[in-house]
């Protein structure tokens, strides 16, 4: 997967960033607030990025409907993805939403 130079520059809202053809071939390094799509020829199947929470943990968002659960690209510029993110480690919960390009945290969200 290539990204382009430009994608790598700061102060950028979530946005796509490239894709590829299977979530292996996502780099661990990702540009800050940069999704990753992993789709085939007619669909998007994952949504990849780095978890806002910096803590390097990688989420991965399923995209096919017939599997739950789902996420939808609602918006591709700004970023919009529904429904909300949640990821529940051993010591940390992050939920929040991708909304507009931007992160909106949910009040249940602990680390
Ligand atoms: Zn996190």
Same mark, same amino acid.
């Given at each position: 997967? =290539?990204?382009?130079?430009?994608?790598?520059l700061?102060?950028?809202r979530w $946005? /796509?960033?490239?894709e590829a053809?299977? @979530?292996d071939?996502v780099?661990?390094?990702l540009p800050?607030?940069g999704?990753?799509?992993v789709r085939d020829?007619n669909?998007v =199947?994952?949504?990849?990025?780095?978890c806002?929470c910096r803590t390097?943990? $990688? /989420?991965m968002l399923?995209?096919?409907? @017939?599997r739950k659960?789902?996420w939808s690209?609602?918006?591709?510029?700004?970023?919009?993805?529904?429904?909300?993110?949640?990821?529940?480690?051993a010591?940390?919960?992050?939920?929040y939403?991708?909304r507009?390009?931007?992160?909106v945290?949910?009040?249940?969200t602990y680390?």
């Open positions: 997967m =290539k990204i382009a130079w430009w994608k790598w700061p102060f950028q $946005r /796509i960033v490239g053809e299977s @979530a071939e780099p661990d390094r800050r607030n999704v990753a799509l020829t669909r =199947k994952w949504i990849v990025f780095n806002p390097g943990h $990688r /989420i399923n995209t096919d409907a @017939a659960p789902n690209l609602n918006e591709v510029k700004p970023l919009t993805i529904s429904p909300s993110i949640d990821f529940q480690g010591n940390r919960r992050c939920h939403f991708i507009n390009g931007r992160i945290w949910a009040k249940d680390r």
